[in-house]
């Protein structure tokens, strides 16, 4: 709680303004979201209107809470399949629908506070070991780092495109067999700031994709990142006029059942963090994919 007598200084002030010069640590627009929630009061009656103009005299006062960013980093019990573990590295199947790491909407039940919650120590790594990310609506294989040796080692090891990670994507449209290289800048979309976008002031990305099978218009590809762009294959399966199946947001419509975008990572292949040797994971995608996946193909590689 923090209160204090509007002086001649702050006569005519909006209500918001002069909570931000009470409590210079929160932000405006929570300062807005307190008033809305009906945590501020001038001469004791609640305040519900952030351009509300003070008077000298009133007595303001405001129930502080923390903000939504501040909660994020908390442990959270959550079930986390769990590939593999041990010292240095977690491996682990991301389900559809769990965010990664906490974002604007998403304060809280993300993958990062599942993992606070499971290896305590990683509240002194940076992300808490999350060395790269899947879209919230993308299954598939994750490696976190337990130390920050392995966080270190596994970062280098995706920046110097040594680490094997393989998709099973479904698209619109069919591909000519054998593999074609998608080499693009991605950025975000000067026109949406939900998307990304192919375009000169991006970063270099680069995707492999290659046709297993193609049926009523639709082709089972398999897609090999080199480097670890947002949306990257979702923005290189776009541009090159084949979007994902139920991808809404780069242009796919729902097919074969499938409500959202049919993108699952199945393998990922590396040196292990500490030891060096060659370790590798296989995961088999969740039913959606999988039953689309066998309308066009024998198998789930």
Known sequence: MRAATVTPSWHGWRLDKALVALAPEFSRSHHQGLIEQGL???????????????????SLQVELRPTAESLAFRPEAMA????????????????VGLVVHPAPGHWSGTLLNGLLAHHPAAVHLPRAGIV??????????????KTLQAV?????AIAAREVQRLYMAIVHGVLVPGVQTVDAPIGRDPASRLRMAVHHAGRPARTDV???????GMTAVQCRLHTGRTHQIRVHLSH???PLLADRLYGGAPG???ERQALHAWKLAL???????????????PADVAQAWGVLALSCL
């Open 210 to 216: 290659e046709a297993v099978a193609s049926r009523d």
């Open 152 to 156: 270190t080692a596994l970062s280098r």
């Open 80 to 95: 986390l399949d769990i590939v593999h573990e041990d010292e240095a590295l977690i491996v682990l199947d991301k389900p």
């Open 240 to 242: 090159i006029g084949h």
């Open 256 to 258: 074969l059942q499938l």
């Open 271 to 285: 040196a292990h963090p500490v030891h060096g040797g060659r370790v590798e994971f296989v995961r088999s995608p």
């Open 132 to 145: 790269h990310r899947l879209d919230k609506d993308t299954s598939g294989l994750m490696m976190v780092g």
């Open 40 to 58: 501020v009061s001038l001469d004791s009656v609640r305040s519900l209107q952030s351009s509300r103009r003070l008077k000298v005299g009133q």
